[in-house]
């Protein structure tokens, strides 16, 4: 079964930037649309980005300009590049497939923006 694992969070300024990985482990994304999603504490998860096989994307109109989508041409790699961070992007950034699937939530990684 394919596991899905995030990393490249961490803590940055304002204005900062960075830049998020999905690695698909014992597997690939295959022809799945795949998808960025955060969760703040208390909140429900949000859908922040989605790339599909074919190169279309979608982005969450608060970070339309800032954040860009990509996948690798490999299927098992995706990633989140973040710049212009602000406090409001700070949360816990998952990957799964879009519509997203139980099974393929993983421990995500905390992305917070602070002076």
């Known amino acids: 079964q394919v596991q899905l694992v995030e990393s490249g969070g961490g803590l940055v300024q304002p204005g900062g930037s960075l830049r998020l990985s999905c690695v698909a482990s014992?597997?690939?994304?295959?022809?799945?649309?795949m998808g960025w999603y955060r969760q703040a504490p208390g909140n429900k998860r949000e859908l922040v980005s989605s790339?599909?096989?074919?190169?279309?994307?979608y982005y969450l109109h608060s970070v339309k300009g800032r954040f860009t989508i990509s996948r690798d041409n490999d299927g098992n790699t995706m990633y989140l590049q973040m710049n212009n961070l602000k406090p409001e992007d700070t949360n816990v950034y998952y990957c799964?497939?879009?519509?997203?699937?139980?099974?393929?939530w993983g421990q995500g990684t905390q992305v917070t923006v602070s002076s």
């Open positions: 799964n497939r879009v519509p997203d699937e139980d099974e393929y």
């Open positions: 790339i599909g096989r074919d190169g279309s994307t």
């Open positions: 014992r597997g690939s994304f295959g022809f799945y649309r």
